[in-house]
């Protein structure tokens, strides 16, 4: 099995910083792509950043310029960088990765659990 797991969120005033931490643990044989996703209370889960297994990223336009993904392979963890934020970035934050399991020829995603944050004065 394959588990995800989210940390680092909290509550930030508008304009702070605060940096979310995705560990993947269990039976893994390579991660491929892995992203941050959002979802506010009433609305759809959103896309925040994505990162391929050799750095490339994407960003919505709406954290361009203010948030940063990277992802450490030794350790098998991403994290999302969040700065300047504003209080439309409330909301529970969840991370994703294409996994494929040791001794499973296809490749699975797999979700966390979330993490709230909340950006409030």
């Known amino acids: 099995q394959v588990q995800l797991v989210e940390s680092g969120g909290g509550l930030v005033q508008p304009g702070g910083s605060l940096r979310l931490s995705c560990a993947a643990s269990?039976?893994?044989?390579?991660?491929?792509?892995m992203s941050w996703h959002r979802q506010a209370p009433g609305k759809q889960r959103d896309l925040v950043a994505s990162i391929g297994s050799g750095g490339s990223t994407n960003y919505a336009d709406s954290v361009k310029g203010r948030f940063t993904i990277s992802r450490d392979n030794a350790k098998n963890t991403m994290y999302l960088q969040m700065n300047s934020v504003k209080p439309e970035d409330t909301a529970v934050y969840y991370c994703s990765a294409a996994v494929r399991p040791v001794g499973a020829v296809t490749i699975q995603d797999y979700w966390g659990q979330g993490t709230q944050v909340t950006v409030s004065s």
């Open positions: 269990g039976s893994i044989f390579r991660i491929y792509a």
